[in-house]
Structure formats: structure tokens, C-alpha cells
């Protein structure tokens, strides 16, 4: 993580020293990628986001006598819970790029386990100890599951729907499950400067080398999953290329303006194809640099 931006778009055409700079209280270089490129802020409190995640996944009910996993993942952990129950909690998934979570707990006592099902989950179901899956039944977003002294596995699967969301001007941003998508539009690179101390640590300008300006139609978004059959993810997971979960969209090339030579107009409300409809790709948000998150819609038939 040598570089970053303190400030981003949703529609991101370009990441550089914007000329016209569009932020009020942000200097224009703010937009270029690298260790300090505005305020050190990011690049201190950046590194502590996954550690606190990770250590507030689980937490005790107020009695102290169940476990409750909240934060989603492929963590374990090891409690103490009323009466000396002693417990341990391993979950082995690849989510949120997979929809399955398997989940071992031992425990010296029998005891109640609470798993957070989120609101998008459409269809989840859960297996016991071998037994048939059957549905999910979560009450105020929490899934009980009784636990035995002793060891008990089950498996959630926790498969969820592509939903939008209507955004500025007609555009829409497209979702499956905790993942928000993106085009992701080809660029290049230009080292604009490089920390005589720290050879790693450069500041990047990226620019748009394809074209961006596209519509979709939302009713040909479909879901892709290219999970690898090692079980193992690539590292970084969150890099252009890399994500096994990718949504295709029937699209074609529209009138867009630019503001400057660095950002895009608002999203235009004539969607008017000015070329053959074609097929794009969307990846998660967080592995684009340059991108399209708020797509303006057209109909394809």
C-alpha cells in the first residue's frame, strides 16, 4: 500500500493535478495517487481499518453466555464465556468473493451462537452437522444456532441478488451483496515524483487510455463467479484484474463531456447510442483506479 488518493470519484476519468480543480477545500493534487499526496491522514489511519475490523468481528451477548459474529469473514477466535465455557470459532471462507462461509466451533458447554445474516442475502440457507440445508430464519438480523458441547460445523450459503440504486441524472450504481460495481476503464501511468528516501513510495498520475463513455441496460446485468479452484485468492485481492466476481452489461458508446481534461460531466440524461451495443465488464469498486460507478442507462431492444 505505497499509494493512495485522499480524494476520489465515482466516475474517475483521471487521477492527476486537475486543472480546473473541482474541490472547495482540497488542493488539485489531491486526486493523484501516492503516500502523501494531500494530508498524511489517510496514510496513518488507512492501516488500522482491517486490524480494527478483523478484532470487532465477534463480540459476547450482554450476559456473557453467547458469541455473536458480526463482521463477516475468514476469521476465528477463542472466548471464555459464562460458567467457564470455553469456546473457539473458526470460519473458513473466501467472502465477500464467495457466498458460502463454513463455520467449526468446540465447546466444553452447550451454548447459543448468534451469526449476523445481512438484509441482501436472498435464499441463505444453513447446514448443521451433515444435515440437509434448509433456510436461514434470522430475527432482528442475527441466525441462532444451537452449539454442543463438543465440536459443530455448519455451512451458511448466503447468495444474494444484482440490485441498483438510482443515482444523480437517471444513473444508477450496480450492487450484488457487499460488493458495489464499477467499469473499469484502461490507463496509463506517469511517475510524477519519487521520495528520495523511499524508492517505493511514488506519486502516480493515471489517464484514461479507452473509452469510458457508456451506457448500460440494467436488465442485462448478469453475474459472473471465477472463484479459483485452489481455494486461495489472489493477493492483492483488490487490484485491477484480480476479483473472482465480475457483472456484464449489455452497453453502447453515448455523448459524455468532460470538465477540464480531468473529470467527467454529470451523467447525461440523452443516452442516444452513438455506436453498436457491445458487451462491458464491471468489477468491484475497489479494484478500479479509473472508473464508471454511476452509469446512465439505455434500453437495448
Known amino acids: 500500500m505505497w499509494t493512495r488518493q485522499y480524494l476520489q470519484q465515482q466516475n474517475q476519468i483521471a487521477a492527476k493535478n486537475m486543472n480546473p480543480n473541482p474541490f472547495p477545500n482540497d488542493g488539485a493534487y489531491s486526486n493523484v495517487f501516492g503516500l502523501e499526496p494531500n494530508y498524511p491522514c489517510c496514510t496513518v489511519n488507512h492501516p488500522q481499518g482491517w486490524p480494527k475490523f478483523v478484532s470487532n468481528a465477534f463480540l459476547t451477548t450482554p450476559d456473557q453466555k453467547s458469541l455473536v459474529h458480526l463482521y463477516l469473514g475468514p476469521f476465528s477466535t477463542t ?89 444523480p441524472h437517471g444513473s444508477i450504481a450496480v450492487h450484488r451483496g457487499p460488493l458495489h460495481y464499477a467499469y473499469d476503464i484502461a490507463r496509463s501511468q506517469k511517475v510524477l515524483a519519487r521520495n528520495a528516501q523511499e524508492s517505493r513510495a511514488v506519486d502516480l498520475e493515471f489517464d484514461a487510455t479507452a473509452p469510458w463513455q457508456y451506457a448500460i441496460d440494467p436488465a442485462t446485468l448478469k453475474f459472473s463467479n471465477k472463484a479459483p479452484a485452489s481455494g486461495r485468492l489472489p493477493s492483492p485481492i ?41 458487451t462491458i465488464t464491471l468489477w468491484p469498486f475497489g479494484a478500479t483506479k479509473l472508473r464508471i460507478g454511476e452509469l446512465p442507462v439505455f434500453r437495448s431492444t
Not at 240 to 247: D, K, L, N, R, W
Open 79 to 167: 472466548a471464555t464465556l459464562a460458567s467457564g465455557n470455553k469456546v473457539t470459532v473458526n470460519v473458513d471462507t473466501l467472502y465477500p468473493f464467495s457466498d458460502t462461509l463454513t463455520t467449526t466451533i468446540t465447546a466444553t458447554s452447550a451454548f447459543t451462537y448468534f451469526v449476523r445474516i445481512p438484509s441482501w442475502v436472498v435464499g441463505g440457507t444453513i447446514a448443521i452437522n451433515g444435515a440437509a440445508a434448509r433456510a436461514v430464519s434470522p430475527s432482528n438480523g442475527l441466525q441462532a444456532v444451537q452449539i454442543a458441547a463438543g465440536t459443530t460445523k455448519f455451512i451458511l450459503n448466503l447468495p444474494a441478488q444484482i440490485t441498483t440504486e438510482s443515482r
Open 238 to 278: 483488490f487490484d485491477a484484474g484480480q476479483p473472482p466476481f465480475t457483472i456484464t452489461a449489455t452497453a453502447c458508446r453515448i455523448n459524455w463531456s468532460t470538465g477540464g481534461d480531468t473529470f467527467a460531466a454529470p451523467p447525461p440524461t440523452n443516452t442516444t447510442c452513438t455506436g453498436a451495443q457491445t
